[in-house]
């Protein structure tokens, strides 16, 4: 895959998933792919499913113990 292609798609999943820079490295730290964020969306249905935002930030925190600021 390009590199061109590659930020294409981690565009798509920042703006679709409503995430920040931050939110971005998190989920690339933790080897998230920009498809299995994009994925995890909930749909309106879901209530109970956090936000994939909110959902990087808690798993990050589990792994490393704190949250990029």
């Given at each position: 895959?390009?590199?061109?292609?590659?930020?294409?798609?981690w565009?798509?999943?920042?703006?679709?998933?409503?995430?920040?820079?931050?939110?971005?490295?998190?989920?690339?730290?933790?080897?998230?792919?920009?498809?299995?964020?994009?994925?995890?969306?909930?749909?309106?249905?879901?209530?109970?499913?956090?936000?994939v935002?909110?959902?990087?930030?808690?798993?990050?925190?589990?792994?490393?113990?704190?949250?990029?600021?």
């Amino acid at each position: 895959m390009g590199k061109s292609k590659t930020k294409a798609t981690w565009a798509e999943a920042k703006k679709r998933c409503r995430l920040s820079q931050q939110d971005i490295q998190m989920a690339k730290e933790l080897g998230m792919t920009p498809k299995s964020l994009i994925k995890n969306i909930p749909a309106p249905k879901e209530q109970w499913k956090a936000p994939v935002k909110v959902w990087v930030r808690d798993l990050y925190e589990d792994k490393f113990g704190k949250v990029l600021k």
